[in-house]
């Protein structure tokens, strides 16, 4: 991360190129390919990781020190389930997206 | 300056070196094998630095080269015939991406039927692809035309890869005494690689090639056309500045004896040598005739091409070609739409396919079938000049009835 | 340099464009964690082309190169060969192409690299098909599974690429699957530190590809080891070691039922 923000400081100059070339480091809107959401029983939570170690999209951040633990940013989150599958003590459910929870 | 016995490999293998290109891959493949063999005796014997990738086929030759120079440093390669159409693909992603690789092509015909010998067909199946294509008429040419294209190629306003065409055996294979300059010279006129406009660099990353929609393709195309509208004047700017600084001039075109005579034959390559002798052999017989030497294929020298010829009420234009399908090949259509307002009669010839010597006896035929249409004795003339009679029968076999 | 118009852990960014539970992302991340910023990486097209990005925008942080779907490997020993001739043998180049781009239309490259011991790091991540371009068979999908030009089941079994690889001798080569992360990264590292041509063929199930709910792709993952379907292994320096052996294999029932591609 370090060598980006260097990257970031460094003298640079606005240029031509030519060709097919990509530099916009961007993310697309996948947060709202989403039909379900994870939803967390932070109770039943153990922060053990395996949610966070097993999502694709890498959008899970365990809080250990919070009680809402884990933390999902759902601007991303693709809604795949797979959090929810994997957990340990099964306290992810996936609920409808436009559910009133 | 120091003279060298060379073939037209050993010419293009002695620029190459003097380029001081950084990673060499090329695959054997007939007339160009002794391309590969003295770049890796180079670099085995420390004579060139460079790091000599031993390719399992041309196809990987090309795919090492590029990814090599988008990485930052000079590469090599060279084919001829099926290697060049293997290549076909990667010749597309090296233009694309803009990548000036210099590339030796020994001019061989494509199968079927298999060829070992030299043909124009197997660059022109390229010409669309992006690249500049320089023919060579001699091997001195093939020495000073590599060492011009990196130059041009490397050329900010350019930027496009550039294959150097010599014909299978009559060039690549045949010695001759050609003037090899001193390294310094070379290092002047050509410089260091420097990468100038996408590359691989984890201190600068980008990402290279990927998807482009219909939206920028256009834009992207359009690039690589500009490119080739400055290339004309960087090609002219660069022999310029080699006839200054080694004593030899290299013309776009060049008009042998065209300016006084009544008929002109339009051509590429090492049957240049032979019918600049055939001119002079008929100017002594009292016959105005001329010869337009077409060095710089890619970009097409339409305006140098009209300079010459516009005036020109018959002129004859031979393929090295077979341009199948089409009215004609590949050099007379493009001459054709050079001249399209001048009214001149334009004579399509085709010769010297899969290693056909293009004879003395050949090209005087040529121009004297131009001068009697020139001066009304004859209408047609024999567009297929060096075919057999018996084309249609020679193979006859037994078949079960 | 780039535009950085998103901010994210980790060298890749959170939203790319691949299918909802795609075993691919999660192998890629992980790939890019252990590999860091001083990587140059070789993508052809297919999936893994979707993180190449589109137009001005990319989803990889550090600098790469779509070549074509034959040459990953080629491509990767240029980029190899001329940092080399610049003196630099400390940035890591990696190629990473999938099943179709390696064990069929790029096992010439790839096997010329081995032979010739260029020291790339090569990552095959295999769905066992020609996903990208809409599920169709390659000769990595297995037995009866059903594809688009397979839609009555693969009536052959598939090509070993572990078996090519130890065929060419190279120092290194490991499967690996994207249910065991902690396996995966150890052997990234190895294949990061071997000295010479690496080969990593890592299974990553597909939902789209092979019918099943997105949420399932780590059970799949984990089910294809435990009843044999795939094998954890290692060849290092001449050397094979498995690198789990389940004291009892599952039935194939388990792989077979979770899977629209099986099930039939």
């Known amino acids: 991360m370090q060598k980006q923000q260097e990257t970031l400081t460094k003298k640079s100059k606005r240029c031509r190129v030519y060709g097919p070339v990509a530099n916009v480091y961007a993310a697309s809107n996948t947060g709202s390919w989403r039909i379900e959401r994870p939803k967390v029983n932070f109770a039943a939570c153990i922060k053990c990781g395996t949610c966070e170690k097993f999502c694709p999209t890498n959008v899970i951040t365990i809080k250990k020190d919070k009680a809402e633990c884990v933390e999902i940013d759902f601007d991303y989150c693709k809604g795949c389930g797979i959090c929810a599958n994997e957990c340990p003590k099964k306290c992810i459910s996936m609920v409808p997206e436009r559910s009133e929870d | 300056m120091a003279y060298k016995m060379l073939d037209g490999n050993g010419a293009a293998v002695e620029a190459i070196k003097m380029a001081k290109v950084q990673v060499v891959s090329a695959y054997p493949i007939t007339p160009q094998s002794t391309i590969a063999e003295k770049l890796s005796e180079l670099v085995a014997s420390g004579e060139l630095k460079a790091e000599y990738v031993r390719v399992e086929s041309e196809h990987t030759a090309l795919s090492v080269a590029t990814a090599a120079q988008l990485a930052g440093v000079r590469a090599a390669t060279a084919t001829a015939s099926q290697g060049l159409a293997l290549m076909h693909e990667v010749v597309g992603m090296t233009s694309g991406c803009r990548v000036p690789i210099v590339m030796p092509v020994v001019n061989r015909g494509l199968a079927a039927p298999w060829t070992l010998w030299a043909d124009h067909g197997d660059s022109m199946a390229e010409r669309d692809m992006g690249w500049m294509q320089f023919f060579c008429q001699n091997v001195q040419e093939v020495y000073d035309l590599t060492v011009m294209a990196y130059r041009v190629a490397e050329d900010e306003n350019v930027l496009t890869p550039a294959m150097v065409c010599l014909d299978g055996f009559f060039l690549s294979h045949s010695m001759q005494k050609i003037d090899i300059p001193e390294q310094k010279l070379v290092d002047e006129f050509i410089g260091p690689y420097v990468a100038k406009n996408s590359y691989l660099d984890t201190e600068d990353p980008m990402f290279i090639c990927n998807l482009t929609g219909s939206d920028e393709f256009t834009e992207m195309r359009y690039q690589q056309k500009t490119a080739f509208d400055n290339s004309i004047e960087v090609i002219e700017k660069v022999q310029k500045e080699f006839e200054e600084k080694f004593g030899r001039k290299l013309d776009i075109v060049e008009g042998y004896k065209t300016e006084d005579a009544d008929v002109v034959l339009v051509a590429l390559g090492s049957m240049c040598g032979t019918a600049k002798y055939v001119v002079n052999k008929l100017r002594e017989q009292g016959k105005k005739v001329g010869l337009a030497k077409v060095t710089v294929f890619r970009p097409f020298p339409f305006k140098q091409l009209e300079d010459i010829l516009s005036e020109k009420k018959v002129i004859g234009v031979f393929d090295r070609s077979a341009g199948l399908g089409g009215q004609g090949g590949p050099l007379w259509s493009e001459t054709c739409a050079a001249l399209k307002k001048c009214d001149s009669d334009i004579r399509h010839f085709v010769g010297g396919l899969g290693g056909r010597d293009v004879t003395i006896v050949t090209i005087e035929k040529i121009f004297n079938e131009l001068l009697e249409i020139k001066e009304g004795k004859r209408e047609t003339h024999t567009e297929w000049i060096d075919v057999k009679e018996n084309a249609m029968d020679i193979r006859q076999v037994e078949k079960n009835a | ?264």
């Not at chain 3, 860091?36 to 893994?48: L, N, V």
């Not at chain 3, 690299?113 to 790091?121: C, H, P, T, V």
């Not at chain 3, 098909?129 to 009536?155: H, R, V």
């Open chain 3, 1 to 264: 340099m780039h535009d950085i118009k998103h901010v994210s852990k980790g060298l890749m960014p959170h939203g790319m464009s691949a299918c909802a539970g795609c075993g691919l992302e999660l192998l890629i991340r992980k790939v890019m964690d252990v590999l860091g910023e001083d990587t140059i990486i070789i993508i052809p097209p297919g999936c893994a082309a979707s993180f190449s990005g589109y137009g001005k925008e990319t989803s990889i942080k550090i600098p790469g190169y779509q070549g074509n779907l034959e040459n990953t490997a080629a491509s990767a020993v240029g980029v190899r060969a001329a940092l080399n001739a610049k003196g630099n043998t400390h940035t890591t180049v990696v190629g990473f192409a999938g099943d179709g781009g390696t064990v069929d239309i790029g096992i010439q490259a790839l096997s010329g690299a081995m032979e010739r011991r260029d020291k790339i790091l090569y990552i095959c991540y295999d769905n066992e098909a020609y996903m990208n371009t809409g599920i169709q068979a390659s000769s990595s999908t297995p037995y009866m599974a059903s594809t688009t030009t397979t839609p009555a089941g693969k009536p052959t079994g598939r090509k070993d690429l572990m078996q090519i690889a130890i065929a060419h001798d190279i120092p290194y080569a490991a499967t690996a699957s994207i249910y065991n992360l902690t396996d995966l990264k150890k052997k990234v590292q190895k294949a990061k530190d071997t000295d010479g041509p690496s080969l990593l063929h890592v299974h990553t199930p597909c939902p789209t590809g092979w019918r099943y709910a997105p949420a399932k792709t780590v059970e799949i993952a984990r089910a294809a080891v435990q009843t044999g379907c795939w094998v954890l292994y290692e060849y290092e320096n001449g050397e094979v070691t498995i690198n789990y052996k389940p004291k009892e294999l599952a039935p194939l029932e388990d792989y077979i039922k979770l899977q629209g591609r099986l099930r039939g």
